[in-house]
């Protein structure tokens, strides 16, 4: 019997089967729970409707996170199928591609807001919708980056976002701790993914978040998958407010052991 099996939960951010929300999806399915996914427009229906069937789901509905009106209809859609709710993952971010390049100091007052607005005020938004339907047990999941405690090239004000994402993670914790509802995050070292083809030089990130990592490698979205069961699931129970790091164990290094990025004649350079 898997771990998840009687548990009904929803899980946002299914762009395509290279989505992490789809790497979760799978690894919750494996353990036996029933999932309700959103779709942003039309063409990703086309995209994550069969991808919902494959784990023996139909319930696939429209959700904008910028939208209060859809944020409304969708929970009402959960609690007219479900009545209560598990779990939920929210696997959604984003901001304009601009902003994801150059100097932090250049992004505009929207680009900041909508990026901030869609990546991290979305989860407190899904969140206080979602605690309606759960009781004690129910679990909560978000998906952030290590660019949320260090400034890493071209993640700019995403860094931000995540930063912000992950303290409305402890808020959240806070708040829904006294009705025995946990929240988390977890922190995924890079996968090649729609969004993160949006950050400039997103390859040269991922080769050295490979060598700087303990693991010399980089993460599946089948491990996040797993590390999130664990979070969703009752094993975790004692845990919340957390940030897991599920990295290959990058963010405990010094970086990237293999290549030299200081400029001649720094310190660095003359040891
Ligand atoms: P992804 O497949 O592109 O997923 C991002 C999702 O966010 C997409 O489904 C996207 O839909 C959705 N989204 C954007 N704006 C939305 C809105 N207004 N309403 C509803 N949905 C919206 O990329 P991913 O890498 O799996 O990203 C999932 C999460 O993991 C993000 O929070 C990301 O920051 C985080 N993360 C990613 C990495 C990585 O290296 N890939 C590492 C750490 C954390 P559309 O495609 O239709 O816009």
Not at 9 to 33: P, Q
Not at 251 to 256: C, E, L, M, S
């Amino acid at each position: 019997m898997g771990i998840l099996e009687g548990k009904k939960g929803l899980i946002l951010g299914v762009a395509n089967d290279k989505s992490i929300a789809w790497g979760i999806a799978k690894s919750c399915r494996r353990e036996g729970a029933e999932i309700g996914f959103n779709y942003l427009g039309e063409t990703l229906l086309k995209r994550v409707r069969p991808l919902a069937e494959s784990v023996g789901s139909d319930f696939v509905e429209p959700l904008d996170v910028g939208d209060d009106a859809q944020l409304d209809e969708f929970f009402a859609r959960v609690e007219a199928r479900w009545g209560r709710l598990d779990f939920l993952v929210h696997s959604i971010a984003f901001a304009g591609k601009d902003s994801l390049k150059g100097n932090f100091r250049d992004v505009s007052r929207a680009d900041f807001h909508l990026a901030l607005d869609i990546s991290a005020y979305s989860f407190v938004a899904c969140a206080r919708r979602a605690a309606r339907l759960m009781g004690p047990g129910g679990s909560m999941v978000t998906m952030t980056y290590l660019g949320a405690v260090r400034a890493i090239p071209n993640y700019n004000v995403m860094g931000v976002a995540k930063a912000a994402l992950e303290a409305s993670t402890r808020f959240l914790a806070f708040d829904l701790g006294k009705d025995g509802i946990r929240v988390n995050a977890i922190s995924a070292g890079p996968i090649r993914t729609l969004a993160a083809s949006g950050v400039a030089d997103f390859r040269r990130l991922m080769e050295k978040n490979a060598r700087g990592a303990m693991l010399r490698r980089n993460v599946t979205r089948e491990e996040v998958g797993n590390a999130a069961v664990y979070l969703l699931s009752d094993w975790s129970s004692g845990v919340t407010g957390e940030v897991h790091y599920v990295d290959a164990g990058f963010n405990i290094g010094a970086g990237d052991p293999g290549v030299e990025d200081a400029p001649s004649g720094a310190p660095s350079d003359r040891t």
